[in-house]
T-cell receptor
Framework: GAVVSQHPSWVICKSGTSVKIECRSLDFQATTMFWYRQFPKQSLMLMATSNEGSKATYEQGVEKDKFLINHASLTLSTLTVTSAHPEDSSFYIC??????????????FGPGTRLLVL | AQTVTQSQPEMSVQEAETVTLSCTYDTSESDYYLFWYKQPPSRQMILVIRQEAYKQQNATENRFSVNFQKAAKSFSLKISDSQLGDAAMYFCAYRSYNTDKLIFGTGTRLQVFP
Protein backbone atom coordinates (compact mmCIF):
# COMPACT_ATOMS: atom_id res chain seq x y z
CA GLY A 1 0.00 0.00 0.00
CA ALA A 2 0.79 3.74 -0.10
CA VAL A 3 2.21 3.79 -3.62
CA VAL A 4 2.98 7.05 -5.38
CA SER A 5 3.83 7.20 -9.07
CA GLN A 6 5.44 9.91 -11.15
CA HIS A 7 5.37 10.38 -14.88
CA PRO A 8 7.57 10.72 -16.77
CA SER A 9 10.52 9.13 -15.02
CA TRP A 10 12.89 11.17 -17.13
CA VAL A 11 12.53 13.89 -19.71
CA ILE A 12 14.86 15.81 -22.00
CA CYS A 13 13.64 19.08 -23.42
CA LYS A 14 14.91 22.11 -25.26
CA SER A 15 15.47 25.39 -23.50
CA GLY A 16 12.37 27.55 -23.56
CA THR A 17 9.85 24.73 -23.62
CA SER A 18 7.51 23.70 -20.82
CA VAL A 19 7.48 20.33 -19.13
CA LYS A 20 4.68 18.79 -17.08
CA ILE A 21 5.33 16.18 -14.40
CA GLU A 22 2.49 14.16 -12.90
CA CYS A 23 2.31 12.78 -9.39
CA ARG A 24 -0.36 10.22 -8.52
CA SER A 25 -1.27 8.41 -5.35
CA LEU A 26 -2.32 5.00 -6.63
CA ASP A 27 -3.98 3.32 -3.67
CA PHE A 28 -4.91 6.15 -1.36
CA GLN A 29 -6.32 9.65 -1.40
CA ALA A 30 -4.14 12.60 -0.54
CA THR A 31 -5.32 16.11 0.19
CA THR A 32 -1.74 17.26 0.46
CA MET A 33 1.13 16.60 -1.89
CA PHE A 34 4.62 18.02 -1.88
CA TRP A 35 7.14 18.81 -4.57
CA TYR A 36 10.85 18.59 -3.91
CA ARG A 37 13.96 19.23 -5.89
CA GLN A 38 17.15 17.28 -5.31
CA PHE A 39 20.58 18.16 -6.64
CA PRO A 40 23.24 15.46 -6.92
CA LYS A 41 24.52 14.23 -3.57
CA GLN A 42 22.32 16.66 -1.70
CA SER A 43 19.23 16.46 0.43
CA LEU A 44 15.69 17.17 -0.70
CA MET A 45 14.66 20.78 -0.99
CA LEU A 46 10.95 21.46 -0.56
CA MET A 47 9.62 23.61 -3.38
CA ALA A 48 5.92 23.78 -2.61
CA THR A 49 3.00 22.24 -0.79
CA SER A 50 0.00 21.38 -2.89
CA ASN A 51 -3.50 21.09 -1.47
CA GLU A 52 -6.40 19.68 -3.43
CA GLY A 53 -8.69 22.38 -4.69
CA SER A 54 -6.59 25.31 -3.58
CA LYS A 55 -3.50 27.22 -4.59
CA ALA A 56 -0.11 25.78 -3.79
CA THR A 57 2.07 27.26 -1.10
CA TYR A 58 5.58 27.94 -2.34
CA GLU A 59 8.73 28.00 -0.27
CA GLN A 60 10.80 31.14 -0.12
CA GLY A 61 12.89 31.62 -3.23
CA VAL A 62 10.81 29.35 -5.47
CA GLU A 63 9.32 31.15 -8.45
CA LYS A 64 5.61 30.36 -8.53
CA ASP A 65 5.25 31.57 -12.12
CA LYS A 66 7.99 29.24 -13.24
CA PHE A 67 6.92 26.17 -11.31
CA LEU A 68 3.17 25.89 -11.76
CA ILE A 69 1.44 23.41 -9.50
CA ASN A 70 -2.08 22.10 -9.93
CA HIS A 71 -3.77 19.68 -7.54
CA ALA A 72 -7.00 18.89 -9.33
CA SER A 73 -8.06 15.76 -7.48
CA LEU A 74 -7.32 13.75 -4.35
CA THR A 75 -4.96 11.52 -6.31
CA LEU A 76 -3.21 13.82 -8.78
CA SER A 77 -0.90 16.79 -8.59
CA THR A 78 1.07 18.22 -11.50
CA LEU A 79 4.19 20.35 -11.65
CA THR A 80 4.80 22.32 -14.82
CA VAL A 81 8.22 23.82 -15.37
CA THR A 82 7.55 26.73 -17.69
CA SER A 83 10.12 28.11 -20.11
CA ALA A 84 12.67 25.64 -18.85
CA HIS A 85 16.35 26.54 -18.86
CA PRO A 86 19.45 24.42 -18.26
CA GLU A 87 19.62 25.56 -14.64
CA ASP A 88 16.23 23.89 -14.09
CA SER A 89 17.82 20.52 -14.82
CA SER A 90 17.42 18.48 -11.68
CA PHE A 91 15.69 15.56 -10.04
CA TYR A 92 12.12 16.36 -9.02
CA ILE A 93 10.36 14.25 -6.41
CA CYS A 94 6.78 14.37 -5.20
CA UNK A 95 5.28 12.97 -2.05
CA UNK A 96 1.77 12.53 -0.71
CA UNK A 97 0.12 12.49 2.70
CA UNK A 98 -2.65 9.91 3.05
CA UNK A 99 -6.07 11.27 3.92
CA UNK A 100 -6.87 9.81 7.32
CA UNK A 101 -5.72 6.49 8.69
CA UNK A 102 -2.91 5.57 11.02
CA UNK A 103 -0.22 6.66 8.58
CA UNK A 104 -1.66 10.08 7.82
CA UNK A 105 1.41 11.79 9.23
CA UNK A 106 3.79 9.95 6.90
CA UNK A 107 4.77 11.24 3.49
CA UNK A 108 5.07 8.62 0.78
CA PHE A 109 7.34 9.44 -2.09
CA GLY A 110 7.19 8.98 -5.82
CA PRO A 111 10.17 7.53 -7.72
CA GLY A 112 11.23 10.93 -9.02
CA THR A 113 11.58 12.58 -12.42
CA ARG A 114 14.93 13.47 -13.90
CA LEU A 115 14.72 16.60 -16.03
CA LEU A 116 17.47 17.60 -18.43
CA VAL A 117 17.12 20.90 -20.25
CA LEU A 118 19.39 21.33 -23.25
CA ALA B 1 13.05 27.02 13.45
CA GLN B 2 13.67 23.32 13.62
CA THR B 3 16.86 21.84 12.25
CA VAL B 4 18.07 18.31 11.65
CA THR B 5 21.75 17.39 11.71
CA GLN B 6 23.39 14.26 10.39
CA SER B 7 27.04 14.53 11.27
CA GLN B 8 28.22 11.46 9.37
CA PRO B 9 28.41 12.11 5.62
CA GLU B 10 29.53 8.54 5.00
CA MET B 11 29.54 5.29 6.93
CA SER B 12 30.56 1.78 6.02
CA VAL B 13 29.79 -1.62 7.46
CA GLN B 14 30.59 -5.19 6.67
CA GLU B 15 27.82 -7.52 5.68
CA ALA B 16 26.07 -9.13 8.69
CA GLU B 17 27.50 -6.53 11.06
CA THR B 18 25.65 -3.74 12.88
CA VAL B 19 25.91 -0.04 12.13
CA THR B 20 24.42 3.03 13.78
CA LEU B 21 23.62 6.24 11.96
CA SER B 22 23.39 9.43 14.00
CA CYS B 23 20.79 12.16 13.87
CA THR B 24 20.22 15.10 16.15
CA TYR B 25 17.59 17.77 15.89
CA ASP B 26 16.74 21.06 17.43
CA THR B 27 13.21 22.04 18.39
CA SER B 28 11.29 23.80 21.11
CA GLU B 29 8.23 21.67 20.53
CA SER B 30 7.20 18.74 22.65
CA ASP B 31 5.07 16.88 20.11
CA TYR B 32 6.47 15.84 16.77
CA TYR B 33 7.35 12.93 14.53
CA LEU B 34 10.73 11.64 13.46
CA PHE B 35 11.48 9.54 10.42
CA TRP B 36 14.30 7.70 8.72
CA TYR B 37 14.07 7.43 4.95
CA LYS B 38 16.31 5.36 2.70
CA GLN B 39 17.24 6.47 -0.81
CA PRO B 40 18.96 3.69 -2.78
CA PRO B 41 20.67 4.31 -6.14
CA SER B 42 17.24 4.19 -7.82
CA ARG B 43 16.56 7.41 -5.85
CA GLN B 44 13.17 6.18 -4.68
CA MET B 45 12.66 7.46 -1.12
CA ILE B 46 11.56 4.61 1.10
CA LEU B 47 10.26 4.96 4.64
CA VAL B 48 12.41 2.91 6.99
CA ILE B 49 10.99 3.73 10.39
CA ARG B 50 8.82 6.29 12.18
CA GLN B 51 8.75 7.48 15.79
CA GLU B 52 6.17 9.56 17.59
CA ALA B 53 7.79 11.83 20.16
CA TYR B 54 5.21 11.09 22.83
CA LYS B 55 6.09 7.39 22.76
CA GLN B 56 8.92 6.42 25.05
CA GLN B 57 9.34 3.04 23.44
CA ASN B 58 11.84 2.94 20.61
CA ALA B 59 10.39 1.98 17.24
CA THR B 60 11.55 -1.25 15.61
CA GLU B 61 11.02 -2.62 12.12
CA ASN B 62 12.69 -5.99 11.63
CA ARG B 63 16.45 -5.30 11.40
CA PHE B 64 15.98 -1.56 11.87
CA SER B 65 15.58 0.08 15.24
CA VAL B 66 15.98 3.53 16.66
CA ASN B 67 17.45 4.95 19.83
CA PHE B 68 15.22 7.91 20.58
CA GLN B 69 16.54 10.16 23.32
CA LYS B 70 14.04 13.00 23.60
CA ALA B 71 15.89 15.02 26.21
CA ALA B 72 19.09 14.84 24.19
CA LYS B 73 17.17 15.41 20.93
CA SER B 74 18.85 12.43 19.39
CA PHE B 75 17.34 9.88 17.00
CA SER B 76 19.87 7.31 15.82
CA LEU B 77 19.15 4.41 13.48
CA LYS B 78 20.61 0.99 14.13
CA ILE B 79 20.79 -1.50 11.30
CA SER B 80 21.45 -5.05 12.44
CA ASP B 81 22.69 -7.92 10.27
CA SER B 82 23.52 -5.48 7.47
CA GLN B 83 22.81 -6.62 3.95
CA LEU B 84 24.19 -5.47 0.62
CA GLY B 85 20.77 -4.07 -0.20
CA ASP B 86 21.01 -1.69 2.74
CA ALA B 87 23.57 0.38 0.85
CA ALA B 88 21.91 3.74 0.26
CA MET B 89 21.62 7.33 1.40
CA TYR B 90 19.76 7.58 4.68
CA PHE B 91 17.90 10.75 5.58
CA CYS B 92 16.63 11.66 9.02
CA ALA B 93 13.54 13.88 8.99
CA TYR B 94 11.49 15.85 11.49
CA ARG B 95 7.84 16.79 11.31
CA SER B 96 6.02 19.05 13.72
CA TYR B 97 2.46 18.25 14.81
CA ASN B 98 1.48 21.70 13.54
CA THR B 99 2.62 21.35 9.96
CA ASP B 100 2.78 18.74 7.25
CA LYS B 101 6.28 19.70 6.16
CA LEU B 102 9.28 17.47 6.61
CA ILE B 103 12.65 18.90 7.56
CA PHE B 104 15.45 16.71 6.28
CA GLY B 105 18.99 16.24 7.40
CA THR B 106 21.82 16.27 4.88
CA GLY B 107 21.97 12.51 4.69
CA THR B 108 24.44 9.73 5.43
CA ARG B 109 25.74 7.51 2.66
CA LEU B 110 26.00 3.93 3.88
CA GLN B 111 28.26 1.47 2.12
CA VAL B 112 28.00 -2.24 2.82
CA PHE B 113 30.99 -4.44 2.08
CA PRO B 114 30.76 -8.18 1.51
Amino acid sequence: GAVVSQHPSWVICKSGTSVKIECRSLDFQATTMFWYRQFPKQSLMLMATSNEGSKATYEQGVEKDKFLINHASLTLSTLTVTSAHPEDSSFYICSALPLGGVTQETQYFGPGTRLLVL
Amino acid sequence: AQTVTQSQPEMSVQEAETVTLSCTYDTSESDYYLFWYKQPPSRQMILVIRQEAYKQQNATENRFSVNFQKAAKSFSLKISDSQLGDAAMYFCAYRSYNTDKLIFGTGTRLQVFP
